[in-house]
């Protein structure tokens, strides 16, 4: 913020002072560096002008309770501020007074400045209850904005930078406001963002494209001519009068808006509202750079979207869209990410589909059958889909960007170097975590913020951490696509052929190993031997752990279950049947090889796949006494019973 001020005075100094003068060359330095009173006059003019016309406040909510505590991160506030005098920090301050005999909280907003290495009290309003009532980020945003003045409003990051020769650029971009026709003055004034941690690691080269992408080329078709760009960047400038006369900047209700700043634009559009896109002016911004990062990001956003596609805000917009801004909406917010839940729930449904073809011998019938006419077009229908499957297209948009800012042999080298580097795996294995957390949260709810860190440290994570983050999400199912591919492949017989069945399968054998091994190939010294036993260690620690009140998922397997699964426990009861019937496809496996064991001599009857759940229950009644704590007689009994329901399993396999 302190580039936008040096531009601002340089401006103001550009804008006073005549040619002879510019000539002449009085250097105007920064504040207190000035020898003669001339100049030191000049500069507390242009100084008093900047502080005229540009304020910037740093919202910190903590501020009121780290300076309380004796917080060492106070006292760096203080010399923030002293250090810049035109600094301002707002926050909150959280106060017992006694009123009537009664001890009552008193919430307070404060605005400070430096003053003599102290803070001082600007303003003060009393507010009229605990203000962090929804979601934190947007409730910080939203309790300091009545500090600011003027017409404009940039809310920056604390993940974002600025470059001085852009903050040169602020002038022009103000002048959008007014450069346009009355009705179609802007509301929101976009601005392009340069990721600026893409050379740290692969992964955040992949971060790095893929926001450019969407970011530049998908920003410019969205503001003109679709006019369906909503606010997407925080370096985005708001029309400050409208947006508070109309509900601030964000909305910060409870899980509802954890994408808080989308909201905006919603609100912006829904009111009558005009945002453009500017790219001759752009911020930095810093994304994430390891995998945990990227993934916890990527849930976040993913449960943002559930939570928009449930929200007024997108089935107005969709009410009063034409059908082709609608469209256009659609592809924009939740679209992209219930495109992605389709995408995995059609490759469940189809290796379901082809094992209970598999397993019913239909297939068998239908591939014997063409075989004995001649036909082909069976086998090349079950071919061709092998080329829907590629997924390149998908990465044509960040191609054409790359071409067109770089020219496009670069932007074919940067894709070539992009596959040796496994983009196709991360891409894959991002696409598991955005159906998973988009799909679980509309069926569930329970979205919440998930803290990223933005770290540009890359470090090793344990077995443990992977663990909690990619059990429920990727490992659980990589397994279950696994066993569904072996079973598919061994029951398929020589009445497929081995191309054909390499052209239907190839790609799902690709997405089960990306989500079992990615965690681990992307992971820093993944493979050291060392790390790999002190993972090992760690983890059964964590298993071994009592769970119960106060202990953390970090610490337990058993908290971590608890947490993992508390969205079933407060779900409500439409979804909870809705998951044990989405649980119910796994009786296909036991259907298909009950009857496939030759265990009852093709007996189809009904009664041998009830026998095998008479079969399963034994065993599982068996392993829950043996584990239970039983006595010595009962557990010697127990014991006997395992024993012998061993010789007798040994031995119907053998007459098997």
Request: glycine fraction near 8%.
């Amino acid at each position: 913020m302190m580039y936008y001020r040096r531009a601002l005075r340089l401006q103001a100094f550009l804008d006073r002072t005549n040619d002879q003068e510019l000539y002449k060359g009085p250097i105007v330095t920064e504040r207190g560096q000035n020898k003669s009173n001339t100049h030191q006059s000049l500069s507390t003019e242009l100084d008093a002008l900047a502080d005229m016309k540009f304020s910037y406040v740093i919202s910190c909510q903590k501020f009121g309770e780290q300076k309380i505590k004796g917080d060492p991160h106070a006292q760096d506030v203080i010399d923030l501020m002293t250090r810049y005098p035109a600094l301002r920090v707002a926050y909150i301050e959280e106060k017992e007074v006694i009123v009537n005999n009664r001890t009552q909280k008193v919430y307070s907003s404060i605005l400070i400045k430096g003053e003599n290495n102290f803070d001082q009290e600007v303003y003060r309003i009393k507010l009229p209850g605990p203000p962090i009532i929804g979601e934190g980020k947007p409730e910080n945003q939203n309790h300091a904005i009545i500090f600011t003045r003027g017409e404009a409003l940039q809310t920056i990051d604390m993940n974002q930078d600025n470059y001085l020769e852009e903050a040169y650029k602020m002038r022009n971009v103000l002048q959008e406001f007014i450069r346009h026709p009355k009705d179609q003055a802007p509301t929101i004034l976009g601005l392009r963002e340069h990721i600026f941690t893409g050379s740290v690691s692969s992964l955040a080269g992949f971060m790095s494209y893929q926001e450019t992408s969407f970011v530049t080329i998908g920003q410019r078709f969205l503001a003109d001519p679709l006019r369906v760009r909503f606010h997407y960047g925080h370096p985005d400038i708001f029309d400050r009068i409208f947006h508070l006369t109309r509900g601030g900047v964000s909305k910060a209700s409870k899980t509802m808006n954890l994408s808080e700043d989308v909201f905006g634009g919603y609100n912006s559009i829904l009111r009558c509202g005009h945002i453009t896109y500017n790219e001759y002016i752009q911020v930095g911004k810093g994304r994430d750079v390891g995998i945990n990062q990227i993934s916890k990001f990527e849930a976040k956003v993913a449960n943002g979207n559930s939570e928009q596609t449930l929200s007024r805000d997108i089935y107005r917009l969709g009410r009063r869209f034409d059908f082709f801004r609608m469209l256009s909406c659609y592809f924009t917010t939740v679209g992209f990410y219930f495109n992605s839940l389709i995408s995995i729930v059609g490759v469940y449904v189809f290796l379901y589909g082809q094992l209970y073809l598999v397993l019913s011998g239909l297939q068998r019938a239908l591939l014997i059958d063409a075989q004995t006419q001649n036909i082909k077009s069976l086998e090349t229908a079950l071919a061709s889909q092998s080329f829907l499957q590629l997924g390149l297209l998908t990465g044509l948009p960040m191609v054409m960007e790359l071409g067109l800012e770089k020219g496009f042999r670069a932007a074919l080298s940067d894709f070539i170097l992009m596959q040796l580097q496994l983009a196709s795996v991360f891409f894959t294995f991002a696409l598991g975590t955005k159906a998973h957390y988009y799909g679980r949260t509309i069926l569930h709810g329970g979205a919440k913020y998930r803290p990223t860190g933005r770290k540009f440290v890359v470090f090793h994570a344990s077995f443990t951490e992977n663990y909690q983050l990619y059990s429920r999400s990727h490992f659980v199912k990589g397994f279950e696509l696994i066993f569904l591919l072996i079973v598919y492949h061994i029951f398929r017989r020589s009445y497929v052929s081995t191309v054909v069945h390499v052209m239907i399968t190839y790609s799902t054998w690709f997405m089960a190993v990306t989500w079992l091994f990615a965690p681990f190939l992307f992971n820093p010294a993944g493979f050291a031997w060392h790390k790999i036993v002190d993972d090992w260690s760690g983890w059964n620690r964590w298993m071994r752990n009592q769970g119960g009140i106060g202990v953390q998922p970090e610490k337990s397997w058993e908290s971590w279950w608890n947490a993992e699964n508390a969205h079933l426990r407060h779900a409500v009861l439409s979804s909870r049947v809705l998951e044990v019937l989405l649980s119910l496809r796994f009786f296909i496996y036991q259907y298909g090889l009950v009857y496939h064991l030759n265990i009852s001599q093709d007996n189809k009857n009904f009664l041998v796949y009830l026998l095998s759940w008479v079969v399963i229950i034994a065993i599982i009644g068996l392993v829950k006494v043996h584990n239970s704590p039983p006595k010595f007689s009962l557990h010697t009994i127990v014991l006997l019973c395992d024993y012998g329901y061993f010789l007798c399993f040994c031995k119907f396999t053998a007459a098997c």
